[in-house]
């Protein structure tokens, strides 16, 4: 059974960068798109990357875009989150997802097969 395991969240001050990274079992065909949802306290989860093993494609939520960088090194079928700027409006619950959307539905959390245990995120002074 693939799974994603995710690490390097934390406590972060205002500002302050903290990068996530999120391991997958085994890379297969169902699963050629990787993403990092988040779900603060009694909100919907909300996208927040996503990219594409084949080929790099980037897609970013309009409140991290410019301040988030996804990324992934294949050698370590691992996918990483660069957070920077981290506001304490960014304080979730951290997910990386694993799917095979189409192009239209990437920023759709229904559509991602296999999720990580989350990795908490509290960004306050």
């Known amino acids: 059974q693939v799974q994603l395991v995710e690490s390097g969240g934390g406590l972060a001050e205002p500002g302050r960068s903290l990068k996530l990274t999120c391991t997958i079992s085994?890379?297969?065909?169902?699963?050629?798109?990787m993403a990092w949802f988040r779900q603060a306290s009694e909100k919907e989860r909300e996208f927040v990357a996503a990219?594409?093993?084949?080929?790099?494609?980037?897609f970013y939520g309009d409140s991290v875009k410019g301040r988030f960088t996804i990324s992934l090194d294949k050698t370590k079928d691992s996918v990483y989150l660069q957070m920077n700027d981290l506001q304490p409006e960014d304080t979730a619950v951290y997910y990386c997802?694993?799917?095979?959307?189409?192009?239209?539905?990437?920023?759709?959390?229904?559509?991602?097969?296999?999720w990580g245990q989350g990795t908490q995120v509290p960004v306050s002074s």
């Open positions: 085994q890379r297969t065909a169902n699963y050629r798109n």
């Open positions: 990219i594409r093993w084949s080929g790099g494609n980037t």
């Open positions: 997802a694993a799917g095979n959307p189409i192009l239209s539905a990437t920023r759709d959390s229904g559509v991602y097969r296999i």
